[in-house]
Nanobody, 129 residues
Framework: QVQLDESGGDWVQAGGSLRLSCALS?????????MGWFRQAPGKEREFVAA????????YYADSVKDRFTLSGDNAKNTLYLRMYSLKPEDTAGYYC?????????????????????WGQGTQVTVSS
C-alpha cells in the first residue's frame, strides 16, 4: 500500500517561495509511478499542478505554474519536492501529492485527479497580497 505524506505548507507573502515535500512509502522498485501534485482552493475543483515520472525524472507542468514551480524527486530519500517561486495569491490552496502506478510503456501525463490511485492528506499554502 502506497502512502504519501506532504509537508512544507505555510503562509507567505506574494513574491515569496516555499518548498513542499511528499514522503513516499510502500512503493516497490518493480513498479513505475507517475507522481503528481494537485491543489484545491475552497469551492473549486482539484486542479493539476505538476507531475514527474518517478523512475526517469521527467516532469510536466500546468501552464499556470510553468517557470515558477520546479518538481524533483530524491530516490534515495523517497521524497518528492515541489519548489514554488514568485508565489501569487491565486496559488493559495491545499496542495496534495498523488501517485498512479503505470506500465513501463505508458507515456501519458495524467492531469485528472480521478486518474490517480493514492493520495496524501494535503498541506495548506496561503499567499497574501
Amino acid at each position: 500500500q502506497v502512502q504519501l505524506d506532504e509537508s512544507g505548507g505555510d503562509w507567505v507573502q506574494a513574491g515569496g517561495s516555499l518548498r513542499l515535500s511528499c514522503a513516499l512509502s510502500g512503493t516497490t522498485s518493480s513498479r513505475r509511478y507517475v507522481m503528481g501534485w494537485f491543489r484545491q482552493a475552497p469551492g473549486k475543483e482539484r486542479e493539476f499542478v505538476a507531475a514527474i515520472r518517478w523512475s526517469e525524472g521527467s516532469t510536466y507542468y500546468a501552464d499556470s505554474v510553468k517557470d515558477r514551480f520546479t518538481l524533483s524527486g530524491d530516490n534515495a530519500k523517497n521524497t518528492l519536492y515541489l519548489r514554488m517561486y514568485s508565489l501569487k495569491p491565486e496559488d493559495t490552496a491545499g496542495y496534495y501529492c498523488a501517485a498512479r502506478p503505470i506500465q513501463w510503456y505508458d507515456s501519458n501525463w495524467y492531469q485528472r485527479h480521478r486518474e490517480y490511485e493514492y493520495w496524501g492528506q494535503g498541506t495548506q499554502v496561503t499567499v497574501s497580497s
